[in-house]
């Protein structure tokens, strides 16, 4: 069984500071993790994913995320917030092993304060 | 990456009627999903459609209260059965990469409310 945890429903931060959300997941087998990001009235967007290479990963809109297994984390950062990075953010897992099946955390509402 | 349209895109429906939800993709993808968005929550799979094959229902739904189809490759259909304002949720499909990819792309959703 696989489990996706996202500390903090809800993250405030200044325009131009560092933005951090949290993500622990828990997974039987190497997983594939993944960011998703949600507009308001949209669909999800995918950020970022890592796949087993490297594990520092880059994404869109200048997010990365640095998969760290020994702490079973992977925690998504911009340097620097914007406003329109305000949405809501969810990390997802996908175990492999032929299991195509996401398991989202229950997501962070990121909030850029002007 | 696929792009994934979704009609209809908002609905307001009466309790005790259904409604289909259509999801088309733009290229032919072997795995698409339906998940299901409560309000101020996070994404709950309902199934796993494969063309050719019946729809794999996750816990706690089952096909009387939403049939899916998948006649082809490139498009899927949700039924929300017999609706009660529990329901009232957004709707999302989504289909897998392919290959050894495992991420999903995702529709824009279809935001349902049932009085």
């Known amino acids: 069984a696989q489990s996706v945890t996202q500390l903090g429903s809800h993250v405030s931060v200044s325009e131009g500071a560092l933005v951090l959300l949290r993500c622990n997941y828990s997974?039987?087998?190497?997983?594939?993790l993944f960011w998703y990001v949600q507009y308001p009235n949209q669909g999800l967007q995918l950020l970022l994913k890592?796949?087993?290479?490297?594990?520092l990963v880059k994404g869109i809109n200048g997010f990365e995320a640095e998969f760290k297994k020994s702490e079973t984390s992977f925690h998504l950062t911009k340097p620097s917030a914007h406003m329109s990075d305000a949405a809501e953010y969810f990390c997802?897992?996908?175990?492999?092993?032929?299991?195509?099946?996401?398991?989202f955390g229950k997501g962070t509402k990121l909030s850029v304060i002007p | 990456s696929a792009v994934i349209s979704q009609k209809p895109s908002r609905d307001i429906c009466q309790r005790g009627t259904s409604l289909t939800i259509q999801c088309q993709v733009d290229?032919?993808?072997?795995?698409m999903f339906w998940y299901r968005q409560q309000p101020g929550q996070s994404l709950t799979l309902i199934a796993t459609?494969?063309?050719?094959?019946?729809?794999?229902?996750e816990s706690g739904f089952v096909i009387d209260k939403f049939p899916i189809s998948r006649p082809n490759l490139t498009f899927s259909t949700l039924t929300v059965s017999n609706m009660s304002p529990e329901d009232s949720s957004i709707y999302l499909c989504s289909s897998r990469a392919g290959g050894l990819n495992h991420e999903q792309f995702f529709g824009p959703g279809t935001r349902l409310t049932v009085l």
């Open positions: 997802a897992v996908s175990s492999g092993a032929g299991s195509y099946q996401l398991t």
């Open positions: 997974s039987s087998v190497p997983p594939y």
């Open positions: 290229s032919q993808v072997t795995m």
């Open positions: 459609a494969n063309q050719g094959s019946e729809a794999t229902y």
């Open positions: 890592y796949t087993s290479a490297a594990t």
